[in-house]
């Protein structure tokens, strides 16, 4: 009887240890899928970034683009009025 007693406290002791065990790897899992959907949080986040980032690069350089042509557009008028005055101070002369 007495190495019965004896077995079963071996026996309870490591059920206890047992479920001590399972509770800490539930809350290990718990702390894993909190990893987790941390994780995915981040990547929704930067991925947004990117986007955006790419949204006003695009941007960028369009308006780059524009200010180009516009400059272009600037140093043909003023090339045309140099020209121009150039014409006229020419004529004047040949008066």
């Given at each position: 009887?007495?190495?019965?007693?004896?077995?079963?406290?071996?026996?309870?002791?490591?059920?206890?240890?047992?479920?001590?065990?399972?509770?800490?790897?539930?809350?290990?899992?718990?702390?894993?899928?909190?990893?987790v959907?941390?994780?995915?949080?981040?990547?929704?986040?930067?991925?947004?970034?990117?986007?955006?980032s790419?949204?006003?690069?695009?941007?960028?350089?369009?308006?780059?683009?524009?200010?180009?042509?516009?400059?272009?557009?600037?140093s043909?008028?003023?090339?045309?009025?140099?020209?121009?005055?150039?014409?006229?101070?020419?004529?004047?002369?040949?008066?």
């Amino acid at each position: 009887m007495k190495g019965g007693k004896k077995q079963l406290q071996k026996l309870e002791s490591r059920v206890r240890e047992l479920e001590t065990e399972v509770e800490a790897e539930q809350r290990r899992g718990v702390d894993a899928v909190k990893g987790v959907r941390r994780y995915e949080r981040r990547v929704k986040e930067l991925t947004y970034q990117v986007r955006e980032s790419a949204f006003f690069t695009h941007l960028t350089l369009t308006q780059t683009g524009l200010c180009i042509k516009l400059c272009g557009i600037d140093s043909l008028i003023f090339s045309h009025r140099l020209r121009r005055i150039r014409r006229t101070l020419a004529d004047f002369r040949t008066w």
